[in-house]
Nanobody, 119 residues
Framework: QVQLVESGGGLVQAGGSLRLSCAAS????????MGWYRQAPGKQRELVAT???????NYADSVKGRFTISRDNAKNTAYLQMNSLKPEDTAVYYCYARIAGTIYDYDYWGQGTQVTVSS
């Protein structure tokens, strides 16, 4: 089965940067979209950023201008460059991919990586 392996989380001071990566463990027929959601303690999981196979991006309002998502289709890998990090960005970040199957599309999730931003 498809697995998403993500990395790049850590602890950083406010104003710093991190880069997350997420790679599918095997070649797939088609990845329609990839991105990240995040979940802070006691809060609902929320969209951070997504990118389609054609390069269309979508960002949460709270991260626009600070985060940039990109994709290397040949490597089945997405990257999230996070700049000007704020304490409110602290959360577990989950990679997401929507992958086309024969009939249905399937949603896959990474294991999550902790991002902690200190003030």
């Amino acid at each position: 089965q498809v697995q998403l392996v993500e990395s790049g989380g850590g602890l950083v001071q406010a104003g710093g940067s991190l880069r997350l990566s997420c790679a599918a463990s095997e070649r797939v027929f088609s990845i329609n979209a990839m991105g990240w959601y995040r979940q802070a303690p006691g809060k609902q999981r929320e969209l951070v950023a997504t990118i389609t196979s054609g390069g269309r991006t979508n960002y949460a309002d709270s991260v626009k201008g600070r985060f940039t998502i990109s994709r290397d289709n040949a490597k089945n890998t997405a990257y999230l460059q996070m700049n000007s990090l704020k304490p409110e960005d602290t959360a577990v970040y989950y990679c997401y991919a929507r992958i086309a199957g024969t009939i249905y599309d399937y949603d896959y999730w990474g294991q999550g990586t902790q991002v902690t931003v200190s003030s």
